[in-house]
């Protein structure tokens, strides 16, 4: 079993930065992928960025070139780094692990609004 717990969420202003932690706790030997999705009310969670265990990195189209995902494999943790936020990124962002099955956190609310 793996526990995920984030944080970091918060309001931001429009064009304002964010970062988003992620750390994973119980039995992570084995983890290969890590990452973050989202998902506002109505609609399917998104993936927005993934990160294999070698480091290779995916982005969703509409983050790219804003949003930077990163990982430290010492401490199983995986960070979200958000920049030039819009409206449309308000959502509840989850964390996501991959080992043999996903795994889920409980989900940070971003909210972007003036």
């Known amino acids: 079993q793996v526990q995920l717990v984030e944080s970091g969420g918060d309001l931001v202003q429009p064009g304002g930065s964010l970062r988003l932690s992620c750390v994973a706790s119980g039995i992570v030997l084995g983890i290969r992928s890590m990452g973050w999705y989202r998902q506002v009310p109505g609609k399917e969670r998104e993936m927005v960025a993934v990160?294999?265990?070698?480091?290779?990195?995916t982005y969703a189209d509409s983050v790219k070139d804003r949003f930077t995902i990163s990982r430290k494999y010492v401490t199983n943790t995986v960070f979200l780094q958000m920049n030039s936020l819009k409206p449309d990124d308000t959502a509840v962002y989850y964390c996501?692990?991959?080992?043999?099955?996903?795994?889920w956190g409980q989900g940070t609310q971003v909210t972007v609004s003036s």
């Open positions: 996501y692990c991959f080992k043999n099955v996903p795994y």
């Open positions: 990160i294999s265990s070698t480091g290779a990195a």
